[in-house]
DNA sequence: ACATTATGTTAAGTATACATTACATTATGT
DNA sequence: ACATAATGTAATGTATACTTAACATAATGT
């Protein structure tokens, strides 16, 4: 299952979904889904999101095992 | 533009494409687009390919300038 | 030379990422 | 209390990731 931390980075920078969706090309809807988990964005987004929130790709997104 | 190490890293474990495929669940044509750069994969698959392949997502995948 | 395995590539279909529009609900500020 | 900004969410549409099947060529081993 994949997890994700953008919630909690995009807090750090006081960015709305909106202003993110902006800085990485997406709209705020997408970044909603993104963190709720509804689907499993493209590496070439991941590397945008990871670049503007200043992390790395696998401190953004990572697998855990299922229930 | 997003770049890739997908074929050298496979090479180093001299994995074929269907091997590798097997792996991280997808069929042998998906990595031969991957590796020629024909789509960016979701960050689900790109997280299970820098697992088999024993490296992050980001030394796997990044992205250049265009043209 | 032959058989076998790996790769390149193309076409057509399915699944899903992402856009757009719209409306409701929850903050935040005055 | 009111206005405005931010978020949740759902419906429908489009683009693209990924599958399946097929055939051709290159590579490797006997």
Redesign the interface.
Known sequence: M?KNRVKELRARFSYTQGVLGEKVGVTRQTIGFIEKGEF?????????L??VLEC???EL???EEEE
């Open positions: 994949l499993s964005p493209s590496i070439t987004l991941s590397l945008k990871a670049h790395k790709v696998d997104f990572w697998l």
